[in-house]
């Protein structure tokens, strides 16, 4: 649960409408070359001075291997586990992560621009909104004590506006869920729709094995630090590879040594929700 976040559903003003507007004209056109869609959000927090840079790991995929699943349940801190939602092996390794402390998500499947096979629990562009929400608590239901919801895949679904505003209902409940848009595409606005709907939510800044070899999973790393002492703060996102795993195994001991500090990905969600909520205070008449 995140403490202090207001569940109230928004009133809509015009600049909210105009938002939706130029969020679904992106989806349609596109960014202009060199542009972000993060122009349309509040700057991240920024680093405080004398205050030590934090990171966050979640590691996506698990459920699907129960030896690989076990090694990321051993490393070190709280290192959120993101749970495939029919993956053999979910429900009992969300019970061990849970007794080791471990932050629980669910690692929703989403479809993608390349219709790479979907698996199990997916949300598609062809659905009805009740399709999609009854899919979306079937999955919920089958990952035990899950806090918070990313995408697994899904660079065509989370494009659309329509698609992630009946995610962001389905997480507005009694779950009190935050939710972390894993930017699998530079198109995404997901993020953008958990903003307008004041769910707590964050994005990912690093993907570390996006290639598999030891040197370039380091060097993520690095860069993943380097962003922390930066601005503040910084989430990575890694898998149950081998060589992501042995250099976490390695790394997370000697973090003090890097001036770092590893904290759960709720605390970096609840210092993005402080920074929204001063944005919008900037922005009320």
Request: glycine share 6%; proline share 7%.
């Amino acid at each position: 649960m995140i403490a202090g976040v207001n569940r109230r559903r928004p009133r809509i003003t015009w600049r909210r409408r105009l938002r939706h507007i130029a969020i679904a004209l992106l989806c349609v056109v596109g960014l202009p070359s060199g542009a972000s869609a993060g122009a349309l959000l509040p700057p991240p927090p920024a680093a405080s001075a004398g205050a030590t840079p934090e990171i966050a790991l979640i590691i996506d995929d698990m459920g699907s291997r129960r030896d690989a699943g076990l090694q990321v349940l051993q490393l070190p801190g709280p290192v959120a586990c993101a749970f495939l939602p029919y993956a053999p092996y979910t429900h009992d390794l969300a019970l061990q992560a849970h007794a080791r402390n471990k932050e629980i998500m669910l690692h929703l499947p989403m479809q993608t621009v390349e219709s790479t096979r979907l698996d199990s629990g997916g949300v598609t562009l062809d659905m009805t909104e009740r399709e999609f929400l009854d899919t979306l608590r079937a999955d919920l239901a089958r990952v035990p004590h899950v806090s918070g919801i990313n995408n697994h895949m899904g660079s065509l679904i989370t494009r659309h506006p329509g698609h992630m505003l009946w995610l962001m209902r389905g997480m507005q409940g009694d779950r009190h869920l935050f939710f972390v848009d894993s930017r699998t595409t530079k198109y995404t606005v997901a993020r953008h729709i958990a903003y307008e709907n004041q769910v707590p939510s964050v994005s990912r800044d690093v993907f570390l094995d996006a290639e598999l070899s030891p040197a370039s999973v380091r060097h993520e790393f690095e860069r993943l630090l380097d962003l922390a002492k930066r601005n503040g703060s910084a989430l990575g996102i890694g898998h149950p590879h081998p060589a992501t795993l042995a250099l976490l195994r390695q790394e997370l001991t000697r973090l003090s040594a890097h001036g770092v500090k590893l904290v759960p990905v709720s605390r970096l969600v609840q210092r993005q929700q402080a920074r929204d909520s001063q944005w919008r205070a900037s922005l009320s008449p």
